[in-house]
């Protein structure tokens, strides 16, 4: 193996989320609690790119603490009737990484339990570690903090770990803790976020049996 620990992303990594359950409820809420604000899936997407979901929903709809308290509350309650599908290939990925004796974790804005029940749901091996939402705010990725953890819980250094993740935040979070990272392409053909993240990413995969290839061959 490259790397003895995988470290991923959830949302749009391993699971195609955004589209089918994250947008929808984001609009839902905004029709309901912020009717006249109007995103496209594009914008949502480029806005949780940059500048990331809580200055996006603060600083872009004009959210109070009080109110991305009770978004979250509604979007947690959606999510748990929403079932996201693995992309095809990733749990072979996933499943390789383990066979082979490596160690798989999770870092995602995300719940714990949602990750873990998409998991289930969809497959995929158990993770070893996952870091979600719950997290304090100020621990939650781009901190990083969970992969300071993980090196700590699991005894690995950096050069012996990937981050695999399609957004900024990860980047910005495998940076500030010296670990490699590997850009997901899948989820989206938006030419901002591709072009960004081919420019300051080392590592981009447009499609999953590239990254798998890249992993173990």
Known sequence: MKYPCLVVDHDDTVVNSTATVHYPCFVAYCR?????????LEEYFLKNFDPGV???????????EEQMVHEQAWWNEYVRGHVPQAYPGIREVLSEQKRRGGTLCVVSHSMKDNILRDYRENGLPEPDLVFGWDEPRDQRKPSPYPLKRIMETLGVRPEEMLVLDDLKPGYDMA????????????????????????ANCGLYFKTIPELKRYLFD
Request: aromatic residues 18%.
């Open 175 to 198: 940076r500030a803790a010296g670990v490699p990272f590997a850009a997901a392409g899948w989820a989206n053909d938006i030419p901002e976020i591709e072009a960004f993240m081919r």
């Open 54 to 64: 809580l200055p996006f929903f603060r600083d872009e709809v004009g959210m109070s």
């Open 32 to 40: 309901e609690y912020f009717p006249d604000y109007r995103c496209t």
